[in-house]
């Protein structure tokens, strides 16, 4: 579904991602960790070509991503749903607006078929009938769910979640990743959750990569990661000591 290849990312003389090769797989849900600075939110924009790398290249779908022109990334980016950190609603529009903001840039759908649509990705995130509220009137993990139905909402193949359970509370971070968890399985999508939270990492991932310092330095499936003996790797288990180990 997605391969990076060497790819390099540089700020003001800074090398913030050092040479990430990558493979991600059609159909499994990848979480790529790391502390703040890391480079790992850095490495998402990238995937949806929000920025361009410094060097590399970068595949979606065996098509080459980082030399298309804005209008060509366009078409790419239709392919992909992203939920932003913090939601990134516009608080002048109501829910259903919201949800229906890019079924309305870049499809011709006549307006019943866009609310029909909307109507459908609410209920999928367990928001039904909200369509007429507006965003500040929603606590923050009503907000991240009206963030992913309007991601869901273009039908795409991959969808990106940087930090989607930064500001939440452990129970609302829960019923996140089992949102998360439940939207792979009925839409069959690739997914890539960019996050710092270890316990939602092992509970949401097929594979988790972890990028330290800029630099990919691991990357294996759930239970292979946990016995990584790695220093850099073993220091992120430590926020697991509150949940057991047959719950991760």
């Known amino acids: 579904m997605i391969k990076i290849e060497d790819v390099g990312k540089v700020y003001d003389g800074k090398e913030v991602l050092k040479h990430i090769h990558l493979n991600i797989e059609d159909g499994e849900t990848l979480a790529i960790i790391g502390g703040s600075g890391s480079g790992k939110s850095t490495l998402l924009r990238l995937l949806i070509g929000l920025i361009r790398p410094s060097y590399g290249k970068i595949w979606v779908n065996d098509e080459e991503i980082t030399h298309l022109d804005e209008h060509e990334l366009d078409r790419v980016r239709l392919r992909m749903g992203m939920v932003f950190q913090y939601s990134a609603l ?8 919201n949800v229906a903001f890019g079924l309305r840039e870049h499809t011709k759908k006549s307006e019943e078929e866009i609310r029909a649509i909307v109507k459908e990705k609410l209920h999928i995130v367990g928001l039904d009938g909200v369509e007429n509220r507006m965003p500040p009137e929603l606590s923050g993990g009503m907000q991240k769910r009206v963030s992913l139905a309007r991601a869901i909402a273009i039908e795409p ?79 992120f288990f430590h926020t697991l000591r509150t949940v057991k180990e047959d719950e991760a």
């Open 90 to 97: 516009f608080d002048s529009m109501t829910v259903g607006d």
């Open 157 to 235: 193949e991959i969808i990106l979640y940087d930090e989607p359970s930064s500001g939440l509370d452990p129970i609302m971070s829960e019923k996140i990743d089992q949102l998360i968890i439940h939207t792979q399985r009925e839409l069959h999508v690739t997914s890539i959750v960019v996050t710092h939270d270890m316990a939602s990492a092992c509970r949401i991932a097929d594979r988790i990569a972890m990028i330290y310092e800029g630099e990919l330095i691991a990357v294996a499936p759930v239970e292979e990661f946990k016995k990584l003996k790695d220093k850099r790797v073993q220091a």
